[in-house]
């Protein structure tokens, strides 16, 4: 069985491995594959031709049921379904119709690797995919924005990389529905990963200038970060619907509703990695809602980013925020102190 501590090491070799050589044979020679199970049953026709739908959701490998799709178009939702249905069949050419062959790039933020072109991940996957077990599944669980860009969230499960990997993932579609931008946002110690060394190396370029977002989404994304940037929780909790809920998949914590947001926000935005000094990167998302990306508070440091979703609701009130980064960017008291934040006051 692989220990859970080799799913970023694995994870990490082979983006940075496939990032540097730009070729499935490199890949190989860099030993960074282990003998597994037979690909899993299903087609390697491309998305929309014969062999499944045009979405590819026929006989999904996954419970349709977990994905919550209240917050985006049906025309993201089945395109979603079908990339992580060809996924979890390891299909690898169907992956790849997903992708636009012009004008691609995919980043692991938490692990600082990029791929910068349609050939660069398409070499990786066919280099990969035949070489996880027939059980390794990845499937989304959120899906929020349209077909201009999205928020997705979703689960490797530990046969692709030895551990269970819980991402929140920014994706931007081109005219013709063809993913352009898809950046990673995974917590490394909820992992049980051991830390990235942020340095020199990590990317400067995240092509944060392609967006293709509602401008609904991007107008309250804007403004709640810019109310968070400046401590002020008062006006952040007054962009938030009455039963709004907070959620910090990486410290651990759930708030609900403006009052007990408001309590939370007076005592947490000034530790906070996406709290006082964050700034907007890049937004994506429908009317209903979508995301944005921000680069981490200065004390934060070495996090350089992390991600929020956001829902909205028909009066343009955020309804549910979800925030992701890696929290072992962060020390062990520093995030103790990130989880602790939630508790209420006492009385007396």
Not at 90 to 116: C, K, Q, W
Not at 149 to 177: K, M, N
Not at 195 to 202: D, F, K, L, N, S
């Amino acid at each position: 069985m692989t220990h859970p501590t080799q799913h970023a090491t694995t994870r990490r070799t082979l983006l940075r491995t496939g990032a540097a050589a730009g070729a499935a044979a490199a890949l190989g020679a860099a030993g960074v594959f282990t003998a597994g199970t037979a690909v899993a049953a299903g087609t390697s026709s491309p998305a929309g031709t014969a062999g499944g739908t045009a979405g590819g959701t026929a006989g999904l490998p996954y419970p349709p049921a977990v994905v919550d799709t209240s917050h985006c178009t049906a025309e993201v939702a089945e395109l979603l379904r079908g990339f992580f249905a060809a996924k979890s069949r390891h299909d690898v050419p169907r992956v790849m119709s997903y992708f636009s062959r012009a004008n691609t790039v995919y980043i692991d933020a938490n692990l600082g690797t990029a791929l910068m072109s349609w050939q660069q991940v398409n070499d990786l996957f066919t280099a990969y995919f035949p070489k996880v077990p027939a059980t390794a599944l990845s499937y989304p669980v959120r899906i929020v924005g349209d077909m201009r860009s999205a928020a997705v969230e979703f689960v490797d499960t530990p046969p692709f990389f030895g551990a269970e990997l819980r991402a929140l993932s920014p994706i931007v579609f081109d005219g013709q529905g063809k993913i352009t931008r898809w950046v990673d946002y995974w917590d490394g110690r909820g992992a049980l990963t051991p830390p990235t060394v942020i340095g020199g190396a990590y990317p400067t370029d995240f092509k944060d200038s392609e967006q293709n977002a509602h401008p609904a989404v991007v107008e309250a994304a804007r403004a709640l970060q810019a109310a968070f940037a400046a401590g002020d929780a008062a006006a952040a909790v007054g962009l938030m619907s009455a039963d709004v809920v907070i959620e910090d998949l990486s410290a651990h914590t759930r708030v609900c509703g403006r009052l007990q947001a408001q309590r939370y926000y007076a005592r947490a935005l000034g530790r906070l990695p996406y709290g006082i000094g964050a700034a907007v990167l890049h937004t994506e998302g429908g009317r209903r809602g979508g995301g944005y990306e921000w680069s981490a508070a200065p004390g934060a440091a070495p996090l350089r980013r992390g991600h929020t979703c956001i829902e909205l609701d028909n009066a343009g009130k955020v309804s549910r925020l979800t925030v992701i980064y890696d929290a072992n960017q962060l020390s062990y008291p520093a995030y103790q102190s990130q989880v602790g934040l939630a508790a209420e006051a006492p009385l007396s």
